[in-house]
């Protein structure tokens, strides 16, 4: 899913030099990327779009400080700590996020994946990918951002810890808590989820 | 039932983090637990469906504008550049208030002097007045002098043995070469009288705007100063209207020059106890602050008395200087002092402005 851009390197260089269309073709490459973190991590659409714009501008203010290495971990960092930034927001200025949650609203559910066959299935899947994200966003702040980082973004421990700024430790313990929590509430949300999810379970 | 270090093993196992003999023992545990087993596969396919999580669709595109990478640059709109702006304001604010209130004390201190000496040597108006018209000399003042004049007039001092506060302001204000004029008295007399009966309400035409000037300003300076009694209340009223009439001084030249400037620091600093902030800024407008002396900062000076008064009562005005007197001219203005205080909270007024703009500058910028 997460394709590399080929000329990741020489975007960066030329948006360096203040090359605003090289820097915009690195913002559609990841923007779905960067608000699904967003979103995940804050559980509201409207606040990800907000915290993913910041991300972005952030991101293009610092350039100067990329070093290299994995421009998607960089850029996660900064978006996670936008994230932050904005949860802190909302702690100060609480909005009613409930009915925003994934699943309550049928125009926020997540992109049907491609290889969809039927109509069915594309429902199912559907309702699957809802209840992972409810899931998600059941968890508590720090565990929800570590699990998103680890399990959908496919980011390692170490980047990880540099991103939150916790221990390999801390990061480990959230993760292995987070995981059981999502298999709990997973359990728990639906009956239609038993069968799928044991249909996946049985594949691996 | 399963410990949270299981939930970490099974963890680190799913991602395989574990070290070769950890894994081994983990395995053998595996086969030996079937509890174990079983969450080990629910939280592999938890995992397998995280992992597959499709990304959301971005609902909008978050592509920059032009305008962030200009503005990004900017050291103006920059939070180093705000935070600077509002400590350079407040530093302003401090040193400027400061300096303000050190002036005012140093000035203000003589005032409670200097209001019970007016006290014991005061005298009846009448007896000023009478000494005052018998001799009087015209001699055209210039302005500046004579708003320091008319503000020393505010002063509820009245100097004894007929040294009416005209005499101070005539020392002050003598010029070198002062020439004795036909006596005006009629018109002085009536004058004065006028303003004592009025009693500070207000003066005629022939009492002149500087008459006026200084009635608002006693009533001013009599709600600040609560020691002020009736008598001193007088006094100054009926000098105001010698000086808007005809000022004439008395042949009596006790005074000498530290007085007259005492009297008029004085006049300054009774005067100054009620003014705002706002009246403050107003005097430091004018363009006769930088010429006159400590008494800029009245509110008097806004009324600008002194065109009136020289039109009005320039052919009546007395001087009649001794010649230690004479030379005994207010010493350079010490406006500096004065108007440093409020130049700096102006300065830090606008310092406050730019951090406001440049804040809400970044913040647009945001949104």
Known sequence: MVSELQNESALITAALRGNMTAFNTLVLHYQDRVYSLAYRILGESESAADAAQDAFIA???????????????????????????????????????????????????????????TPEQAAQQAELARAIEQCIGSLQTDQRAVLVLSDVEGLSYQEITDITGATLGTVKSRLSRARAGVRNCLGNVQELLPSMYRLKGDAN | ?????????????????????????????????????????????????????????????????????????????????????????????????????????????????????????????????????????????????????????????????GVTANDAIIQVTSSPQPSSLPNQSPLFQADAAQATDVNGEGFDSTGSAAALAPSDMQQRTNEATQTVTNEQYAAPMTSSGAIGGAPAPSAAQEIDATEAEANASMAFAATQLPPTGLALLTSTALPTASTVPSATDTPTLTLTPSVTMTNTTQPTETATPSPTTAPLVFQPPVTAPDALPLLLVLLGVIFLVIAVITTLIRRRNRS
């Open chain 1, 59 to 117: 991101a293009y203010r610092r350039l100067d400080t990329y070093r290299g290495g994995s421009f998607r971990a960089w850029l996660f960092r900064i978006a996670t700590n936008t994230c932050y930034d904005e949860l802190r927001r909302l702690k100060r200025r609480p909005v009613t996020a409930i009915e925003d949650l994934p699943g309550a609203d049928a125009d926020d559910g997540p992109a049907l994946p491609a290889d969809i066959a």
């Open chain 2, 1 to 161: 039932m399963l410990t949270d270090l299981d939930y970490e093993l099974l963890s680190a196992y799913i991602d395989d983090t574990l070290s070769e003999s950890e894994r081994t023992a983990f395995e053998h545990r595996l086969q030996a637990e079937p509890e174990l087993s079983r969450e080990l596969e629910e939280l592999r396919a938890t995992v397998t469906l995280l992992n597959n999580l499709p990304p959301l669709k971005a609902p909008r595109d978050f592509t920059l504008d032009v305008r962030y990478a200009r503005r990004s640059s900017f050291f103006f709109t920059s939070v180093t550049f705000s935070a600077l702006s509002t400590a350079a304001a407040i530093i302003l604010f401090a040193l400027g208030t400061y300096l303000f209130t050190g002036n005012k004390a140093s000035t203000s201190a003589p005032v409670s002097g200097q209001a019970a000496q007016s006290a014991f040597f005061a005298t009846s108006t009448e007896q000023i007045l009478d000494k005052a018209a018998a001799t009087t000399a015209t001699e055209p003042l210039l302005n500046e002098v004579i708003v320091t004049t008319n503000t020393a007039l505010n002063s509820p001092i009245v100097p004894p043995d």
